[in-house]
C-alpha cells in the first residue's frame, strides 16, 4: 500500500456522530477514490476526483461528502453517522498508464457505526 | 467504464490452473484491460493488463482475443495463497470512474 495513507484505521461512531476520513498520497498522482465494501461484497465507489478541484459523484454516494484540499489529499465526511455505513472504507489514487488508469489503495478505514 | 460480467465464483485445488472469463462486450477501441486481486482485509492490487492478444507477467497471463469482447485471466499452478476475489475492469483514457463490481472469488483448496 505503499504511497496511500489512511488514517484513522479502526473507528467506532454512535449513530448521529459525525466524523472525516483521510486519505493522502505522495505520487504526485492526479485522481483519488473513496470505496466502501462490506462484509463479503465487492468495492462500491462513493466519490472520486479526477483531479485537484475536482469531485463526483460514484455509486453509493448518498450520506457522504468529500473535499479534495490539494493534489495529495482527499477527505470523506459522514455527517451523521448511520449503522449502514458500517463498512470498510478505502482510498484510492490512479496513476495513467497507457490508456488507462491503475488504482493503488491505501490499507483501509474499518467504521462500525453503533 | 465498460460493463464487464465474471463468474461470482471459482473453486481450485493447488497446483491446478485458474483461468477466469470476463465478457465485455461493448468494450471500445481505446480500452484497455486491466485485473485486480484482493486479499481479505486488503485493499486491490493491480496484477496485469492488456490490450490485445497475450500479456504475461510473474503473477498471471492475460489472453484477449481478436474481436477484444472477453479476456482470461489465467493462474498457472496455484497455491492456498491465491485465495482472493478477482476484478476485470474495462476503460480508457478518460474513464476515471473505476467501478469494481463484485468480482470473482476463488478459492484454492489443499
Known amino acids: 500500500n505503499a504511497g496511500v495513507t489512511q488514517t484513522p484505521k479502526f473507528q467506532v461512531l454512535k449513530t448521529g456522530q459525525s466524523m472525516t476520513l483521510q486519505c493522502a498520497q505522495d505520487m504526485n498522482h492526479n485522481s483519488m477514490y473513496w470505496y466502501r465494501q462490506d462484509p463479503g461484497m465487492g468495492l462500491r465507489l462513493i466519490y472520486y476526483s479526477a483531479s485537484e478541484g475536482t469531485t463526483d459523484k460514484g455509486e453509493v454516494p448518498n450520506g457522504y461528502n468529500v473535499s479534495r484540499l490539494n493534489k495529495r489529499e482527499f477527505s470523506l465526511r459522514l455527517e451523521s453517522a448511520a449503522p449502514s455505513q458500517t463498512s470498510v472504507y478505502f482510498c484510492?489514487?490512479?496513476?495513467?498508464?497507457?490508456?488507462?488508469?491503475?488504482?493503488?489503495f491505501g490499507q483501509g478505514t474499518r467504521l462500525t457505526v453503533v | 467504464l465498460a460493463k464487464t460480467t465474471q463468474p461470482i465464483s471459482m473453486d481450485s485445488y493447488e497446483g491446478q490452473e485458474v483461468n477466469i472469463t470476463c465478457s465485455h462486450n461493448n468494450i471500445a477501441t481505446n480500452d484497455y484491460i486491466t485485473w485486480y486481486q484482493q486479499f481479505p482485509s486488503q485493499g486491490p492490487r493491480f496484477i496485469i493488463q492488456g490490450y490485445k492478444t497475450k500479456v504475461t507477467n510473474e503473477v498471471a497471463s492475460l489472453f484477449i482475443p481478436a474481436d477484444r469482447k472477453s479476456s482470461t485471466l489465467s493462474l498457472p499452478r496455484v497455491s492456498l495463497s491465491d485465495t482472493a476475489v478477482y476484478y476485470c475492469l474495462v476503460g480508457g483514457e478518460n474513464d476515471y470512474k473505476l467501478s469494481f463490481g463484485a468480482g470473482t472469488t476463488v478459492t484454492v483448496r489443499a
Open positions: 484510492a489514487m490512479g496513476a495513467q498508464t497507457g490508456l488507462n488508469t491503475e488504482a493503488f
